[in-house]
């Protein structure tokens, strides 16, 4: 029954390695978001898809690379890990990209993510 | 662009008196504004949206905020805070289009027995 979900929910890693992070959402949505939590609680979007489509890319450092192999799916790849991508990473989805009522966005319960 | 400001990082209350979490917000067009609240460990829960209908808007666990144009401010109240609404609390800006959510900084609520 779980709307959004990110697997896996704690991921400890060494510094240099690349890793991924898988998220689905069975709301038959067709946009997904990542966003990152830092250390200050403070939430940043990285990226969304619409379609398949990459929509946006803030200010993100191309170590990081969204991967969609379908709507229901948007997996985030870290390449060469730095100890400040240590953060909680949530995944999301949306009806579409509008302002509508229904167009809520619903979060997955997040990937905490710790480099060494 | 949009912009949100919560104005206190810490709120402490005491258990049974009201809950007022401060927010104003920036931006170009109408926006979408939300509140979102984070339980420790745990994800984001949607409390309330605003989306251009009424001005007041209640939402889950008794919560409620009024979207106030010339103030540029959406407030969170709660007549009578409970030991469970300890919690990150987050007032989000959403002008639609390509954009995401734009998150405050979060006030962390702390309830006093």
């Known amino acids: 029954d779980t709307a959004v979900s990110q697997t896996p929910k704690y991921l400890v890693t060494q510094m240099g390695n690349d890793k991924s992070i898988k998220c689905e959402q069975n709301l038959g949505h067709d946009t997904m978001y990542w966003y990152k939590q830092d250390s200050k609680k403070f939430l940043k979007i990285m990226f969304s898809?619409?379609?398949?489509?990459?929509?946006i890319n803030e200010t993100v450092p191309n170590r990081f690379s969204p991967k969609s192999p379908d709507k229901a799916h948007l997996n985030l790849h870290i390449n060469s890990l730095e100890l400040g991508d240590s953060a909680v990473y949530f995944c999301?989805?949306?009806?579409?990209?509008?302002?509508?009522?229904?167009?809520?966005?619903?979060f997955g319960p997040g990937t905490r993510l710790t480099v060494l | 662009a949009q912009s949100v400001t919560q104005l206190d990082s810490h709120v402490s209350v005491s258990e049974g008196t009201p809950v007022l979490l401060r927010c104003n917000y920036s931006s170009s067009y109408s926006p979408s504004l939300f509140w979102y609240v984070q339980h420790p460990n745990k994800g984001l829960q949607l409390l309330l949206k605003y989306t251009s209908a009424a001005t007041l808007v209640k939402g889950i666990n008794g919560f409620e905020a009024e979207f106030k144009k010339s103030e540029t401010s959406f407030h969170l109240t709660k007549p009578s805070a409970h030991m469970s609404d300890a919690a990150e609390y987050f007032c989000?800006?959403?002008?639609?289009?390509?954009?995401?959510?734009?998150f405050g900084k979060g006030t962390h609520l702390i309830i006093q027995p």
């Open positions: 999301a989805s949306s009806q579409d990209l509008g302002l509508a009522d229904y167009n809520e966005q619903f």
């Open positions: 898809y619409n379609n398949k489509e990459l929509i």
């Open positions: 989000v800006v959403r002008e639609g289009g390509a954009d995401g959510l734009t």
